[in-house]
């Protein structure tokens, strides 16, 4: 499984967020903001939520992070072989990983090797 992804043009977005943040009150600020290999963003919130601006703070975070590229998981449907499930679960197993990530795994490889 890929590693969490901290990068320095994070740097530029959490000083986004924190001027909006800011806006609603000085003590609200995120630090530490990273990226998960699913493409979903973690942070720390360094101060306790008004429960007044609960709305509002979410609202300021997915305005900003919705902007980003990301891969996001979505559940699609797939008819399989019962034989090759149990492969995908077994193998899956064996990497201790997800049914999901080894499917997705595989065909990113395979589709990269077809062509776009």
């Not at 740097?11 to 967020?17: G, K, N, Q, S, T």
């Not at 963003?41 to 975070?61: G, K, M, N, T």
């Not at 449907?77 to 492969?87: C, G, Q």
């Amino acid at each position: 499984m890929k590693p969490r992804v901290s990068s320095k043009s994070f740097r530029d977005l959490e000083h986004r967020i924190n001027e909006q943040l800011k806006a609603l009150d000085d003590r609200y600020a995120i630090r530490h903001l990273v990226q998960d290999p699913d493409g979903t963003y973690r942070f720390e919130l360094s101060v306790a939520i008004d429960p007044r601006h609960q709305a509002a703070l979410r609202r300021v975070l997915r305005e900003v992070l919705r902007e980003l590229p990301a891969d996001r998981p979505v559940q699609a449907k797939f008819y399989l072989p019962a034989s090759l499930v149990e492969r995908v679960k077994t193998l899956a197993a064996e990497r201790a990983m997800s049914q999901s990530a080894l499917v997705a795994e595989c065909l990113k490889a395979h589709l990269s090797t077809v062509g776009s």
